[in-house]
């Protein structure tokens, strides 16, 4: 039987929203069989994303995320995570839970992997920074099946235990409401993603669902190709053609 995968994206209204998410969208949408897209934003569900989830084709829910403690925008879709992750453990959805920026880029063959996790994966990812212009790996280094040692770089030299970016892992759902069944005593229901500590989100969370890397399973086998990138794109200060309209998402009229 194979298993049913759900991708969580925070996205938010800005210049670049449309290309993103369309491009997201149009590799979800060649999965097979079809998986489930939780897209999630801040305080209002926007007419601009709910226009371009309806063109894609893709199965989605489109939720809204009411931050109650009125932290600053600066967690970067923290709490929008959290709360896919609570629609997720409220309707017992059951399947493989994947974090998926709107940002990056992914590959067909990452969703399709996603399908071969039993319990918690990970593999590594390229970073791409246009501001520095190089490319670096966050993940795991893998010995066939088994993780043995972690890709570190500037951003993860402080101590972080598990050197994974967000688009990095995925688990199964049922982590989220049967700790038992994973052989672990930790509390339920788990802590969601960290809020405070910019940088040790994924650690943190990370930390609560597997005691080490013996319980990892690498994505593919020997963590052999790169699935998917990370990138920093900055938009700020794009030219736009004359008849070019910025308002909420980058449109021409
Ligand atoms: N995001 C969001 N609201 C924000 C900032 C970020 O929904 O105020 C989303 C964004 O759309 C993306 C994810 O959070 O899906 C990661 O954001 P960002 O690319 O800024 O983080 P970085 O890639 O730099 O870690």
């Not at 017992?92 to 992997?113: H, K």
């Not at 989220?176 to 069944?181: A, I, N, T, Y």
Request: charged share 25%; hydrophobic share 40%; glycine share 4%.
């Amino acid at each position: 039987e194979r298993k049913q995968v759900i991708v969580i994206t925070p996205t938010y209204n800005r210049a670049l929203q449309a290309y993103f998410l369309n491009r997201l969208g149009q590799v979800l949408r060649l999965v097979q069989p079809p998986l489930l897209w939780i897209v999630v934003e801040m305080t209002s569900a926007s007419a601009e994303t709910a226009e371009i989830l309806r063109k894609t084709g893709v199965m989605y829910r489109h939720l809204v995320c009411v931050n109650k403690n009125n932290t600053s925008v600066k967690d970067r879709g923290v709490h929008q995570r959290n709360a896919g992750l609570e629609h997720i453990e409220r309707h017992r959805l059951d399947g493989i839970v994947y974090f998926a920026d709107d940002d990056n880029v992914y590959s067909l063959e990452l969703f399709e992997s996603l399908r071969n996790i039993s319990r918690f994966g990970t593999w590594p990812v390229a970073m791409l920074a246009q501001s520095k212009n190089k490319a670096i790996l966050e993940g795991p280094v893998c010995n066939a099946s088994q993780v043995i040692g972690w890709h570190t770089n500037e951003k993860s030299k402080r101590l972080r235990r598990f050197h994974v970016d967000m688009s990095g892992f995925a688990f199964n759902s049922t982590i989220l409401w049967d700790p038992k069944r994973w052989n672990r005593p930790f509390s339920n229901p788990i802590r969601q993603l960290d809020t405070v500590k910019e940088g040790f989100q994924e650690t943190t969370f990370i930390e609560q669902v597997v005691e080490d890397e013996s319980q990892m399973e690498s994505v593919p086998p020997s963590c052999s190709r790169i699935l998917n990138w990370h990138l920093h794109l900055d938009a700020h200060g794009l030219v736009y053609p004359r008849g070019w309209l910025l308002q909420k998402n980058l449109e021409v009229v």
